[in-house]
Nanobody, 129 residues
């Protein structure tokens, strides 16, 4: 079994910063990508960022470009999300996800919910105005 444990969420004022971490443990598997999604109250879960585990190539949704940065530490099996210039509309539960390699999976698979097999329990990020 694979476990993903997020940390680093909290309450911050608009304009502030937070760094989320997600550590993977448990059964060894070949990861092709890890990503971050978020879900605000009353809204669907949405893609935030993804990173190729092998190359480090990343992609971010338009609303966070220039403010958020995804990165990974392969030695620690950990992915990070550095969030700067936070806005009240960034308030949500943030979920980490990991996807196993497969013949049909490419970098673009990581842009979608269906591209992931394992999910963390989420960490709350609240940005006050």
């Amino acid at each position: 079994q694979v476990q993903l444990v997020e940390s680093g969420g909290g309450l911050v004022q608009a304009g502030g910063s937070l760094r989320l971490s997600c550590a993977a443990s448990g059964r060894t598997f070949s990861t092709y990508a890890m990503g971050w999604f978020r879900q605000a109250p009353g809204k669907e879960r949405e893609f935030v960022a993804t990173i190729s585990w092998s190359t480090g190539l990343s992609s971010h949704t338009d609303s966070v470009k220039g403010r958020f940065t995804i990165s990974r530490d392969k030695a620690k099996n950990t992915v990070y999300l550095q969030m700067n210039s936070l806005k009240p509309e960034d308030t949500a539960v943030y979920y980490c996800a990991a996807g196993e390699k497969g013949p049909s999976r490419t970098f673009s698979s990581g842009l979608y919910y269906s591209g992931y097999d394992y999910w963390g329990q989420g960490t709350q990020v609240t940005v006050s105005s």
